[in-house]
């Protein structure tokens, strides 16, 4: 026998009526509200459209006036690293002329020395601490300042090329990282709502803990700038300075070249006339040699020109002395026959006497000949030496003002 089923429980008909009033009302409450929503939704989406297009042009208004800031300060900096370049090659051709007056100072110092050394040379009297040594001396000493002012210009110079190098290091790099901000902000000005190359990004809308404020990036530049300009003033200063110690040291070093000059030229010219008052002497000397010489030779013959007078004396006496008996009178011949003997002994005598005066004055004529003549050597090998070595090299010697 079959089951029966049991009927779900049957709603009345005012049930069913409450129940289909209740389903419009939520229906259309919630049409109402959906309305409502959509209207809001309309409203929101117009009211944040303009606020991010507002955003957006106040953004790229900023990015501009930030392009704007970028691009004065590169120019500023691109300008204080333009005059600091050229600053820095104008010290670097000083530079080079110190170096190249370094080098021309070599030489002259050497001539100086060499001719202090050739001039050791000298011998005898002529070896005399002159004017001339002294000049030399006082240019060895004045070139020796020079270079040492100048290695120390120089040394100063390396210095300040190293310090511009180093402002135009700063100079560069702010220059590169400005030219880099350009290109990425510029490329951010260029972005558009729907450019091909956007992409989300988690985590960039952030303030770096980096980053500085725009008061600090400007003063870091204005630094750069500053420390630059500075070394630039710096540098010129230093040029100028520098061209006044070519100049002068050029200056001290002609000034006393000259000095040497006049005193190895005035020195020449004593030794000259010295050597040519000496070689005067020495002609006479010679010719009075030679004219002792033949007095000696004249004397000696006159002393022998007695002999045969002292010799007819004498044996006349002596004949005489033969004489017979009462014939053996001191008569005026006898008396006159002693008194020659006497008169060529002592003429004998006295030209014997003068015979010997004579050669010892010949002894010193012939000394006097070999000393004037030894002098003249001297003087000969001293002009040689400051005339032919000494101011001979001199010639080359050549200062400029670099």
Same mark, same amino acid.
């Given at each position: 026998?079959?089951?029966?089923?049991?009927?779900?429980?049957?709603?009345?008909?005012?049930?069913?009526?409450?129940?289909?009033?209740?389903?419009?009302?939520? =229906? %259309?409450? &919630?049409?109402?509200?959906?309305?409502?929503? *959509?209207?809001? !939704?309309?409203? #929101?989406?117009?009211? /944040? $459209?303009?606020?991010?297009?507002?955003?957006?042009?106040?953004?790229?208004?900023?990015?501009?006036?930030?392009?704007?800031?970028?691009?004065?300060?590169?120019?500023?900096?691109?300008?204080?690293?333009?005059?600091?370049?050229?600053?820095?090659?104008?010290?670097?051709?000083?530079?080079?002329?110190?170096?190249?007056?370094?080098?021309?100072?070599?030489?002259?110092?050497?001539?100086?020395?060499?001719?202090?050394?050739?001039?050791?040379?000298?011998?005898?009297?002529?070896?005399?601490?002159?004017? =001339? %040594?002294? &000049?030399?001396?006082?240019?060895?000493?004045? *070139?020796?300042? !020079?270079?040492? #002012?100048?290695?120390? /210009? $120089?040394?100063?110079?390396?210095?300040?090329?190293?310090?511009?190098?180093?402002?135009?290091?700063?100079?560069?790099?702010?220059?590169?990282?400005?030219?880099?901000?350009?290109?990425?902000?510029?490329?951010?000005?260029?972005?558009?709502?729907?450019?091909?190359?956007?992409?989300?990004?988690?985590?960039?809308?952030?303030?770096?803990?980096?980053?500085?404020?725009?008061?600090?990036?400007?003063?870091?530049?204005?630094?750069?700038?500053?420390?630059?300009?500075?070394?630039?003033?710096?540098?010129?200063?230093?040029?100028?300075?520098?061209?006044?110690?070519?100049?002068?040291?050029?200056?001290?070093?002609?000034?006393?070249?000259?000095?040497?000059?006049?005193?190895?030229?005035?020195?020449?010219?004593?030794?000259?006339?010295?050597?040519?008052?000496?070689?005067?002497?020495?002609?006479?000397?010679?010719?009075?040699?030679?004219?002792?010489?033949?007095?000696?030779?004249?004397?000696?013959?006159?002393?022998?020109?007695?002999?045969?007078?002292?010799?007819?004396?004498?044996?006349?006496?002596?004949?005489?002395?033969?004489?017979?008996?009462?014939?053996?009178?001191?008569?005026?011949?006898?008396?006159?026959?002693?008194?020659?003997?006497?008169?060529?002994?002592?003429?004998?005598?006295?030209?014997?006497?003068?015979?010997?005066?004579?050669?010892?004055?010949?002894?010193?004529?012939?000394?006097?000949?070999?000393?004037?003549?030894?002098?003249?050597?001297?003087?000969?090998?001293?002009?040689?030496?400051?005339?032919?070595?000494?101011?001979?090299?001199?010639?080359?010697?050549?200062?400029?003002?670099?």
């Amino acid at each position: 026998m079959a089951k029966l089923v049991q009927a779900p429980p049957k709603f009345t008909h005012p049930e069913w009526n409450v129940s289909n009033q209740m389903k419009y009302a939520n =229906a %259309e409450a &919630e049409r109402s509200a959906a309305e409502r929503l *959509i209207e809001e !939704s309309k409203r #929101l989406d117009d009211d /944040t $459209r303009a606020k991010t297009r507002k955003t957006q042009r106040d953004v790229n208004k900023k990015l501009d006036q930030r392009l704007d800031d970028i691009k004065y300060w590169e120019t500023e900096v691109n300008d204080k690293l333009d005059e600091l370049k050229v600053e820095t090659d104008n010290l670097l051709a000083f530079r080079t002329r110190v170096e190249k007056a370094l080098e021309g100072c070599r030489e002259p110092l050497h001539i100086a020395q060499q001719c202090l050394i050739n001039r050791q040379k000298r011998i005898g009297i002529d070896l005399v601490h002159d004017d =001339a %040594e002294r &000049e030399l001396l006082k240019e060895v000493e004045v *070139i020796q300042g !020079s270079m040492a #002012l100048l290695e120390r /210009t $120089r040394e100063q110079a390396t210095e300040q090329i190293r310090l511009n190098r180093k402002a135009k290091y700063n100079l560069e790099k702010d220059l590169a990282d400005k030219f880099a901000a350009l290109s990425i902000d510029g490329h951010n000005k260029e972005l558009k709502n729907y450019s091909a190359e956007l992409h989300f990004k988690d985590g960039v809308a952030k303030i770096d803990a980096n980053s500085v404020t725009p008061q600090s990036w400007e003063s870091f530049s204005n630094k750069n700038i500053e420390d630059a300009e500075k070394q630039r003033h710096n540098s010129v200063g230093l040029r100028t300075l520098m061209d006044g110690i070519l100049q002068s040291t050029a200056n001290d070093m002609n000034k006393q070249k000259e000095s040497v000059d006049i005193a190895l030229n005035r020195r020449i010219d004593e030794t000259r006339d010295s050597k040519e008052k000496l070689e005067d002497h020495l002609s006479k000397v010679v010719k009075q040699i030679q004219e002792m010489e033949d007095n000696i030779s004249r004397l000696t013959k006159a002393i022998e020109d007695k002999q045969n007078p002292m010799m007819l004396n004498q044996t006349r006496l002596e004949n005489r002395s033969y004489r017979p008996n009462v014939e053996l009178c001191s008569d005026a011949v006898q008396y006159r026959l002693v008194q020659e003997v006497t008169e060529i002994g002592v003429s004998v005598a006295q030209l014997q006497e003068r015979l010997a005066q004579s050669q010892e004055s010949l002894k010193g004529l012939v000394r006097r000949q070999l000393d004037l003549e030894e002098d003249i050597k001297v003087k000969a090998n001293t002009l040689f030496i400051d005339e032919t070595e000494c101011m001979g090299m001199r010639k080359s010697i050549s200062i400029q003002a670099y």
